[in-house]
């Protein structure tokens, strides 16, 4: 998937967003330049930078969910984050750093999963094991001899070949689920850590020393016997075995590769960062996230609990509705490093007629499959479509413009009767056509005060 050409990213965002062709197309250019990074004689490969994107556009129209959708295609590292959740270095808060380690702590996780589901069946296996350890115990070995004393020949007898036969039988039984009913006694480490209270202005994360680890190397490890029951044991044994299994050092060596090579960063609200006029005021401290930003954004060295971590080649995707402030107002050192800029168009009726139908998470799919599991069959009729459409429109046109997002607010109190009487609903066939969306929605649309607070 890594290797998607432009065409085939554009198509493949096309199932799920509408519209916007010209940020698919921004995005796909940028990811197919990291791939054709990759392919470059090895000492031009460190000099090429990747052309960070801003997505300009009022909000509800794409922006968050073309650089999701984006990550989840080529599998890459992803993390949204605020930008309006930073604070300048020196006041409380948390510092810009911290997204990159936030982004690292992600990706091991991910990668620590999917080794997990690789090496389960062995971990299983082992956990089979010890559970019938457990359930028949080894016969106990006769004690060494005391010196002076004459060695004894142990007679080999056919018992062992009887408690061959009973494991195997229990072995079967185990897997038939036969077991299912009776308990066994197994010690269960205590997860439990003494709370430790830091007084700092900074939060755990920027602290750079993992306190729990730290403590947990120090600490003995506390156990404590429980009767489980065989399945529950099961899976506790297959955890236990599949952790001593996982290679942690690989895992962490490939998630700093992952994340420096095809890292995404999105920073959402960026235009809450840029100061109105040069004011007084936290206006200081958003020009100070600002610089704060510039060398990760530039390329520089994070540490972090794992080891250092270089962003000179995570994208960053930024977004913001700009009404207010225009992207030339971002500090100009900043500026450069995002050189595509993309407006996203408002959603109009067309687009929302297409996004209620035709992307395979439709809005009006997923409230069908919703109520089939009540019984209930509904059926969206064309007109119904248009009805809705049409007066997300007109209310977005009126009050706030929230994009897509109105579409959720009105298909709830569209079908606000039908979701909560479902399961004792007569009638299990219903069909919504333009009548029935006017009778539920004209009266809340055509009172302005009221559309304000509901719609």
């Known amino acids: 998937m890594d290797s998607l050409k432009p065409s085939e990213i554009v198509k493949e965002l096309d199932r799920y967003i509408i519209g916007q062709h010209h940020a698919k197309r921004s995005v796909a250019i940028a990811l197919r330049n990291r ?221 700093r590769e992952k994340v420096e090579q095809s890292g995404i960063i999105f920073l959402d609200e960026i235009d809450k960062i840029v100061g109105k006029n040069g004011g007084n005021g936290p206006d200081i401290s958003r020009e100070g996230v600002q610089r704060d930003l510039l060398p990760i954004v530039e390329g520089s060295t994070v540490n972090t609990k794992y080891g250092p971590v270089k962003t000179d080649h995570i994208l960053f995707i930024a977004s913001g509705a700009f009404h207010t402030i225009k992207p030339s107002d971002l500090i100009p050192e900043l500026q450069g490093r995002f050189p595509i800029r993309v407006e996203l168009d408002s959603l109009n009726r067309e687009d929302f007629i297409k996004i209620l139908t035709e992307p395979q998470n439709a809005l009006t799919l997923q409230y069908i499959e919703l109520l089939k599991t009540e019984g209930v069959d509904v059926v969206f009729e064309s007109d119904a479509v248009d009805r809705i459409a049409a007066i997300a429109e007109e209310v977005n046109t009126h009050t706030e413009n929230i994009g897509a997002r109105r579409l959720h607010t009105l298909m709830e109190c569209l079908l606000d009767d039908i979701l909560f009487d479902a399961p004792d609903l007569p009638e299990k066939h219903i069909v919504i056509n333009g009548d029935y969306v006017d009778s539920k929605l004209k009266a809340i649309k055509n009172n302005e005060d009221l559309s304000r607070y509901i719609l």
């Not at 996780?109 to 690789?118: A, D, G, H, I, P």
């Not at 197994?186 to 850590?193: E, F, G, I």
Request: charged share 35%; net charge neutral.
């Open 35 to 255: 791939w054709r990074r990759r392919q470059v004689p090895e000492g031009l490969r460190e000099e090429i930078a990747p052309k960070n994107i801003i997505l300009i556009g009022p909000t509800g129209v794409g922006k968050t969910e073309i650089a999701r959708r984006l990550s989840r295609l080529t599998d890459s590292p992803f993390y949204k984050v605020e930008a309006s959740k930073f604070t300048e270095v020196g006041y409380v808060g948390r510092d810009v750093e911290s997204m990159v380690r936030d982004l690292l702590e992600l990706t091991i996780n991910m990668l620590k999963n999917r080794e997990q589901e690789s090496i389960k069946p062995r971990a299983r296996s082992i956990a089979e094991e010890r559970m019938l350890d457990l359930l028949l115990p080894p016969k106990p070995r006769p004690s060494q001899p005391e010196s002076g004393k004459e060695l004894q020949l142990e007679v080999v007898t056919s018992g062992t070949d009887e408690s061959f036969s009973t494991r195997e039988k229990l072995r079967g039984m185990l897997r038939a689920g036969k077991l299912d009913t009776r308990y066994v006694d197994l010690d269960v480490a205590d997860k439990s850590m003494p709370t430790v209270e830091i007084f700092s202005n900074v939060g755990m994360e920027e602290m750079g020393i993992n306190f729990k680890d730290m403590l947990g190397g120090l600490l003995p490890k506390n156990t404590r016997r429980r009767k489980i029951r065989v399945p529950e044991a099961m899976e506790i044994l297959a955890q236990e075995e599949s952790q001593n299994l996982i290679d942690m050092d690989k895992i962490i060596h490939q998630a």
